[in-house]
């Protein structure tokens, strides 16, 4: 079932006179992994603001359950999808619980109290991002790695139905990369949409379902991994000379020898 789709979406920065993103077409399915690759400037996280509401397009609607996001309330959309995004500086020194209880506001309202449901989702999530121990220390006094754990508990303690991130690697050890990645998954094949933007073809090949190629504002390859990260399209993508290996369902780039 669709979750989010759009239509013919584009969008202008305010102040530029180029499309950053153009002719966008996308019907985007509960139960789906979804990562999104693109060079440095190609417009991934413009689109992820745009399909959460965070800008409003040039050209085209997005539409939530079939409906414009023009007609949803920021609350009622927070009730459906949560984000995560790029980089999140940290300046007030709230505790780690209640930074993810934060991700409970569109159920309890922000001077509304806790109730058991909610409690349960804050302490699942603390648990899911290993955060249970660090859930009394003030979020400032935290590294660079274990805060993005708190964003990303914040995203999942809200519960929607779909749940975007903007390259939700950054920072993480490699354990909780493959931990998150594996989360991702768990939280796709329970009827979540999960988009996720992306630097790692390897790792999208491995765990998404589908992955989006956008390049300059649009959509260049929309298909299964398998399809669509290989070693010729990575290649002329990224503008380096790779080579695949397969193994053990894994697929690995090696950078030609040509090149330095
Ligand atoms: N606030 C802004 N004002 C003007 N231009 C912007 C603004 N934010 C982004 N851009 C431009 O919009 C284009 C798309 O940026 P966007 O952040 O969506 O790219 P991205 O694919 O997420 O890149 P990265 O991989 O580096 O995160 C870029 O050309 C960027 O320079």
Not at 80 to 101: G, I, N
């Amino acid at each position: 079932m669709t979750l989010l789709s759009c239509r013919n979406l584009g969008f202008c920065q305010p102040r530029g006179n180029a499309f950053v993103l153009q002719g966008i077409d996308l019907s985007l399915e509960k139960g789906e992994l979804v990562g999104l690759l693109g060079l440095n400037g190609a417009g991934k996280s413009t689109l992820l603001r745009l399909l959460m509401g965070f800008l409003t397009s040039s050209v085209g609607d997005v539409f939530l359950e079939g409906r414009s996001l023009r007609e949803w309330s920021a609350s009622a959309i927070a009730r459906h999808l949560a984000y995560v995004p790029q980089s999140h500086v940290a300046t007030f020194p709230y505790t780690v619980r209640r930074m993810v209880e934060l991700g409970r506001v569109p159920y309890s309202g922000l001077t509304g109290r806790l109730a058991p449901e909610d409690r349960m989702a804050v302490d699942a999530a603390l648990e899911r991002m290993g955060l249970s121990g660090l859930a009394d220390r003030p979020v400032t006094e935290l590294s660079g790695g274990e805060r993005q754990r708190v964003v990303l508990a914040r995203a999942i303690a809200q519960d929607a139905q779909g749940l975007l991130l903007d390259e939700p690697m950054t920072g993480l050890d490699y354990g909780y990369q493959l931990r998150l990645m594996a989360l991702l998954a768990d939280l796709a094949r329970e009827g979540r949409l999960v988009m996720l933007t992306s630097h790692r073809p390897e790792e999208l090949y491995v765990q998404a379902s589908r992955v989006l190629v956008l390049d300059h504002g649009r959509i260049d390859a929309d298909g299964p991994p398998q399809d669509v990260v290989t070693a010729q399209r990575m290649s002329a993508l990224y503008g380096v000379s790779l080579a695949q290996t397969d193994h053990a369902g894994n697929r690995f780039f090696h950078h030609g020898r040509d090149e330095k």
